[in-house]
């Protein structure tokens, strides 16, 4: 569908419609860190003003997903050191509390839950990993759902694609992603069985060796 269409639909301003289709394009690793945005090529594709694409890109660089750099133009943002511990400590907060303090799982949060390791795993098996590492966070997005709050939810969507935009530093997904499925599964698993403290156990262990990784990852980019 078009995106004027899908806006008029969705009782969203075009401009919010362009980067909300920007963002997914980062949530689904389509768009890595690095790429530029050319403003013509935004406009012919959306079939935008001009006017709309700088507003859609000035959204983005407010939630930290675009920066404009001096005679090049807006890029998709490259994170540093500190924005990665940054995203980590958000995650600890808000997914620690939905474990804690958010809803027993139950259907169709379950579902959606399950869909998402399901997804993950097909991926696995077709070495997909760009596509694997955007199932995992779908599934930590459905953790954050528990808390049961839209605003909790929006957010978490940004915070999910500036974690993809880590992802795309990796040379070698496979080492990347591949050891992330197995907790990903023991995690639901917890949750499905309403064992909440030992749920959060294993989210802060994975929180912690998932940002371990994150910032070796950036330290071996900067320093190849």
Sequence with gaps: MHAVSIAKENGLSLADQVAHELREDIINGRLLSGMPLVETELVRHYSASRNTVREALHLLGREGLTTYIRHKGVIVRRLTVDDVRDLFSV?????????????????PQADHMANAIDA?????GREDWRAFGTHSLRFHQQVVCLLGSPSFNEFFTNIV??????FSAALDEASFQAPWLARDRHLYQLLLDDRRL??????????NDSEHQALTLLASAAHP
Excluded: F, K
Aim: charged share 25%; glycine share 2%.
């Design 91 to 107: 995650r600890r907060t808000l997914e620690s509390r939905a474990i804690l303090a958010g809803r027993p799982l139950a259907h």
């Design 120 to 124: 993950a795993e097909l991926a696995c």
């Design 161 to 166: 694609a500036q974690m993809r935009l880590v």
């Design 198 to 207: 030992e749920a959060n156990e294993a989210m802060d262990s994975y929180l």
